[in-house]
């Protein structure tokens, strides 16, 4: 007896029911991008492991699924959009006029352990602004954030915004000079484990409690400085509720490319971790050997976020398919007929699918009830020879013998 496949610990199969729902956010996702004047672009599932390694920092460097192909080459699957994309502006910059918008839904890969809302395949939906250093940059990109997230109908959701040159001025101010960033890794946790967590983590790391006492008071009076306070004035320009965005001196980010403003976003329920993260990386194209080109974007987790949607049931009513006509197949006496009519129909761009084997007809009812196709166009003898279809509306269960030109006044 053969053994059932498995899939991979870590990735997912998505049935049509929850595709419908993934296209849906990935339709608005893209509708927003376009609206705001980002444009497409897509780069390769594998990279060189020289573009992806080092770039993010040594604990996501483990993360990235890397291996020797059949040249001996050493290679990668990508682990996030934003390096690959920066190596597409090393090489093409002098074809790409800046700045440049650009928005990317791929799929990403990290071998990471698997939890709630983290798998190790995930679609990354990006937008970046490359070739500007303007604050108005990065404030775009939070009210695309908000955009989305109010199209797709979430209720209460923050926006966390902060700096990585605040972060390094509270930790001058507390006097931190060594293992800075591990003591920042640290207080990015300080929203799960809370101010105890924090402080108890701290002392194992080798901070004595006036050192640790000194760095709390520091974050409780931190402030944004000039360029981020000009991001939350833009921010509010573009339109976005004051409730839809905080400063939060505690947002770390631990990818290392990170330059100047950070940000993620958060749901009240469930607690699923951030559902967009992102910040300002102006090295990056240059440590990949392009020029010197200012950046900033932000990832939104269509994984994540489909989550969410399905458990908090923020839905419209989806139908399960476009398809809006099952033509029956009434038998091989009729089939030229009923070939012809949905030939017809999706010549006037009207989704239909022809039933392929001549079943009774009462098993081709169910099939487009199951599938909720609303209509069964039939072509028996009877049609044939008076050159009509009748037509089966399946959720009210009516039905009548009509033309052609009737037919599509009635579906369109």
Known sequence: MNKVPQTLKGFRDFLPDVMVIRNYVKNILVE?????GFEPLETPTLEYSSTLM??????????VYS???????QIGLRYDLTVPTAKVLAIYNQQIPLPFKRYQIQPV???????????REVIQCDIDTFGSSSPITDAEIIAVIDSVLQKLNFQKFSIRINSRSVLYQILDSAGITDNQKSVL????????????????ELKEKGLSAPTIITLLDCIRKAQPDSYLSQVFDLIKGFGVSESSFIFDPTIFR?????????FETYVEKPKIGSITGGGRYDNLISLLGG?????VGTTIGLDRIVDCIMELNLLPNLPKTKTKVLVANFGPDTLDESIRLVSFLRNKSIPSSIYPDAEKLGKQ????SDKDIPFVAVIGPDEVEKNLVTLKNMSTGDQKTISQKDLLVQLV
């Not at 631990?254 to 950070?262: N, Q, V």
């Open 32 to 36: 927003v991008f376009e609206n705001f």
């Open 54 to 63: 080092g770039k993010y920092g040594e604990e996501a460097d483990k993360l």
């Open 67 to 73: 291996f020797t192909d059949n040249g001996g080459r």
């Open 109 to 119: 890969w990290r071998a990471d352990n698997t939890q709630k809302g983290r798998y």
């Open 185 to 200: 890794q640290t207080l990015d946790k300080y929203s799960k484990v809370g101010q105890g967590g924090v402080t108890k």
């Open 254 to 262: 631990g990818l290392d490319y990170y330059t100047g403003p950070i």
């Open 291 to 295: 020029p010197n080109i200012p950046a």
């Open 365 to 368: 009812f169910k099939y487009a």
